[in-house]
């Protein structure tokens, strides 16, 4: 199960799309209940879920307040329960603000208030989120990843081309080094995975898609405006698929 944001879904898409590359002829059967999204091979007795849950924390709508992201509650953790594989992600929808900033309120130590600095709130999500984890999963029983921040080509000056974006990018960048900085985001999954009780594998795939500033959609995503974020299929979320494959086979 991948539960995250619509970088989430990119990757279950991604492994969807292998996993029937495979077994071209097998049956495939589709199901959507709620946020739950998934995948069955019935024949293999396989299935690959998408749960849509972009800050893994709870965001609820409450008819005095409208929308409250509560940083400190997991009600939504109950979906995840007895899975084999759980891979989660989390960041890019706490750095909405404006109009598309998708709360009324924050809920955290029992207050609310309006806002707050977006890298502390994510911090105090994940570190919700992980203590979930150390106390409701079995490790025995299930395998547990982070997939790890996944970067955006919005701002050329990163890669040193002035004004640019990803639209009209036909090239990686060359070498194995990302001239730009990392997220600040990476700094604090890796912190608070450091912390937890439970082991939590990080698919660090932050710099390995920085280097990929012509791996995105762009102007040919469908929709209005140049798509910088997400990744184009095939592409670069069959590597982080590849990468988890990789350490499953030899957990």
């Known amino acids: 199960m991948f539960v995250g944001d619509s970088l989430s879904e990119n990757q279950w898409q991604s492994l ?5 590359a495979a077994i071209p002829q097998a049956q495939v059967n589709k199901s959507i209940k709620g946020d739950l999204y998934t995948i069955t091979w019935p024949e293999y007795g396989i299935s690959i879920t998408l749960c849509h849950n972009v800050f893994l924390v709870d965001l609820v709508y409450e008819k005095k307040l409208g929308r409250v992201l509560k940083i400190d509650s997991i009600e939504g953790g109950k979906l995840w329960k007895g ?11 706490w750095l909405h603000n404006g109009s598309i900033q998708p709360w009324d309120y924050i809920q955290i130590g029992g207050k609310l208030i309006k806002d707050m600095d977006r890298l502390t709130a ?8 992980s203590k979930w984890v150390d106390f409701n999963i079995n490790p025995a029983m299930t395998n547990v990843f982070f997939q790890g921040i996944s970067p955006t080509h919005d701002f050329g000056e990163e890669w040193k081309e002035k004004l640019a974006t990803c639209k009209g990018q036909t090239e990686p960048i060359k070498g194995s080094t990302y001239p730009g900085a990392l997220p600040p985001a990476v700094g604090v999954v890796k912190e608070v995975l450091s912390k937890m009780l439970k082991l939590v594998s990080l698919l660090d795939i932050t710099v390995l898609s920085q280097l990929r500033k012509d791996g995105h959609p762009s102007m040919y ?11 184009c299929l095939a592409g670069v979320p069959d590597t982080w698929n590849e990468l988890l494959y990789a350490i499953v086979v030899t957990q």
């Open 16 to 20: 969807t799309c292998m996993v029937h």
């Open 83 to 93: 899975v084999d594989t759980l891979v989660f992600n989390t960041w890019h929808w």
């Open 122 to 129: 994510f911090k105090r999500g994940l570190t919700t989120w």
């Open 221 to 231: 995503n469908g929709g209005q405006g140049s798509d910088c974020s997400h990744w």
